[in-house]
């Protein structure tokens, strides 16, 4: 069984930075790929980033070049450094494993961007 624990959520000004952590437990093998995603209420779960297994990174459109992805393959973490959070940035951001071609979900931390 495969349990995704994340952390680092919180309330950010706006121009701010936060970094969010999540980390695997359980039996596992091998990690294809690691990625965050995020949720408003109302709407459908939107991509932010992912990191496959030989390394390459993916961002959403909206993201780019103020988010930042990387992992620690020992710890089986993966983590998203966020920089410049805007308050359209406020969501539930949810961390995915793909292990073994099952995909796993972490239960979610709240990101709150306003003044």
């Known amino acids: 069984q495969v349990q995704l624990v994340e952390s680092g959520g919180g309330l950010v000004q706006p121009g701010g930075s936060l970094r969010l952590s999540c980390a695997a437990s359980?039996?596992?093998?091998?990690?294809?790929?690691m990625g965050w995603y995020r949720q408003v209420p109302g709407k459908q779960r939107e991509f932010v980033a992912n990191?496959?297994?030989?390394?390459?990174?993916n961002y959403g459109d909206s993201v780019k070049g103020r988010f930042t992805i990387s992992r620690d393959r020992a710890l089986k973490t993966v983590y998203l450094k966020m920089d410049s959070l805007k308050p359209e940035d406020t969501a539930v951001y949810y961390c995915?494993?793909?292990?073994?071609?099952?995909?796993?979900w972490g239960q979610g931390t709240q990101v709150t961007v306003s003044s």
């Open positions: 359980g039996s596992i093998f091998s990690i294809n790929a």
């Open positions: 990191i496959a297994g030989g390394g390459t990174t």
């Open positions: 995915k494993f793909r292990v073994a071609s099952m995909d796993y």
